[in-house]
């Protein structure tokens, strides 16, 4: 195999000058966007440079902000492959081999994520948790409709009565794809019913059954309950089997949102901190965000294939009938896209290159550096330690002397940027409602996914930040 070696490391984590001064140089070097005669190879090359010069790098230890990885050779390997060749997923005749290494991938995961609770798991390989959150609402909304006014609301719509009764329960912390999943499925925001979370921000079982028998007294109709694994700022998991329970109980769909922690299905010493996931009836994953592959390489699993009927569309040129039963598969049950990306190849090169143990290294070893760099935080006279990590996300702040807190952790969070010295996180504490908790709730997020990180990375990047607020909070 001929793979691609990873990039150097480069020197800053990002571009110097903010956005304003990084929008001119861009603008400068790269001079018109379509000239009227092309420059060759040379305009590559060029173009090349600026990117490389002024881009964040994700790879960098002190690029810590997002759940934002950096890319495994292999699969930029096979990434790149995919895009030499350059087939399509939304037939056979355009993809052949990929639409059956996509078939298999599902399979495998489907069994690690489910066991033996599914006798037949399907799924697709999406752009990302926004696009399988959708389609699971999508699949829990209908099944709802069904059952509840006997008809198909892929072929009649929603009934005109029935919009206003549907309801999603989630934790009041979910992530935003679910309420923008309901207005885009025609249920409205106002459909998503917030959960309270308790104080490590999962969500409050005794809350979700209160609001449960609220949606029922009114005469409404549960659609789903959707579970978090791995909320984005404290990485915090919902209570999977409580809420699947719930779920069982209202008779509805049960999804749980593990963009982030469903990696840990791959790893023996942290799945536990999964149980219950078995029990859903659709589970989201995103391997661009704690996989380590290069963007998009989200993933839908579904416990029943059969869910994914609705999408099945059936039209001469990509899927007649007679081509079918002669054994060519119709793709077009897949996904909410026609054209796709062969995105499953990079996803099993990494996958038989690794091994579910080579993962599962990778994973420990981004839980070692969120350890790690809780206990310097804990110790740090100039920091303070918001809880102990879940998954790999720390939240803390700078203690401020001086001025006001919000503003000096917002400004040096800036300085570092505007320097081109690191990029850290910044978010606000959320109350039990989801809702910022006020005055003093700006808090600092280093995001741990990047496994080349060292130790002794995170302990000049701790002394960064210290310095930078330091500058920040001054005697007025």
Known sequence: MTELAAPPRADRPLP?????????????????????????????DELAALVVAETVHVRHPHTVAHLHCPSLPVAVTADAL?????????SWDQSAAPSVIEAELIGALGGLCFGGCASHPGGTVTTGGSESNLMALMFARDEAIRRAFDTDPAEDGIPGYAAGRLRILCSAVAHFSVSRAAAQLGLGERAVVPVPVGDDHRMDVRALERAAARVVEDGEIVVAVVATAGTTDFGAIDPLAAC????????AWFHVDAAYGGALLFSDLHRPLLD??????????????????????????????????????????????DDERAGYPNLLDRSLRTTRRADAVK??????????????????????????????????????????????????????????????????????????????????????????????????????????????????????????????????
């Open 16 to 44: 110097a000058g903010g956005p304003v001064e990084v929008a001119v140089r861009v603008r400068d070097a790269l001079g018109p966007v379509l000239p009227e005669l092309g420059r060759g190879e040379a305009a590559f």
């Open 82 to 90: 995919m895009a030499a060749l350059n087939p399509s997923m939304d």
């Open 244 to 251: 699947a329970r719930v779920a069982r109980r209202l008779g």
């Open 276 to 321: 219950g996931i078995a029990q859903a009836d659709t589970v989201t994953l995103d391997l661009h965000k704690f996989g380590w592959q290069p963007i998009p390489a989200g993933i839908l699993l579904c416990r029943e294939q059969a869910a994914f009927g609705p999408l099945t569309r059936r039209v001469a040129y990509l899927s007649a009938l």
């Open 347 to 476: 996803i099993v090169a990494t996958c038989q290159t690794l091994g579910r143990a080579g993962l599962a290294a990778l994973i420990e070893r981004c839980f070692a550096l969120a350890a790690h760099a809780a206990d310097r935080l804990r110790s740090h006279p100039d920091f303070e330690l918001v809880r102990e990590p879940v998954l790999t996300t720390v939240l803390f702040r700078y203690r401020v002397r001086f001025g006001d807190p919000d503003r000096v952790n917002g400004a040096l969070r800036r300085r570092l940027l505007a320097e081109g010295a690191a990029v850290i996180g910044r978010t606000e504490l959320p109350g039990p409602d989801g809702k910022p908790a006020g005055p003093g709730c700006v808090r600092l997020k280093l995001t741990l996914v990047n496994p080349e990180a060292t130790t002794g990375d995170l302990d000049l990047l701790l002394d960064l930040i210290a310095a930078a607020g330091a500058a920040e909070d001054q005697p007025s």
